[in-house]
Nanobody
């Protein structure tokens, strides 16, 4: 099992910045991908950004140029720096980890609320 704990959410004005952090513990070996997803009220959960163990990153088009994902494999952490935040970025942000041993195992944190509002 892998446990994921997020931190760093909060309320910010449009144009502001927030940094989210996620720490993984437990069976962290063989984690291949970590990332962030978000879910706005009444909407499905969507990908925000992912980073592989090799450092390759992937971003949703809506956050490209504004958000940056980074990881520290030694500490088993992944961060999401969010700049130029917009009201449509509001939602619950979930940390995700994919661990591949024989089959792929998917793990989720409990989520942290991000609210962008004036």
């Amino acid at each position: 099992q892998v446990q994921l704990v997020e931190s760093g959410g909060g309320l910010v004005q449009p144009g502001g910045s927030l940094r989210l952090s996620c720490a993984a513990s437990g069976r962290v070996f063989s984690i291949n991908v970590m990332g962030w997803y978000r879910q706005a009220p009444g909407k499905q959960r969507e990908l925000v950004a992912t980073i592989t163990s090799g450092g390759s990153t992937n971003y949703a088009d809506s956050v490209k140029g504004r958000f940056t994902i980074s990881g520290d494999s030694a500490k088993n952490t992944v961060d999401l720096q969010m700049n130029s935040l917009k009201p449509e970025d509001t939602g619950v942000y979930f940390c995700n980890a994919v661990r591949i041993v024989i089959n792929a195992e998917y793990y989720w944190g409990r989520g942290t609320q991000v609210t962008v509002s004036s």
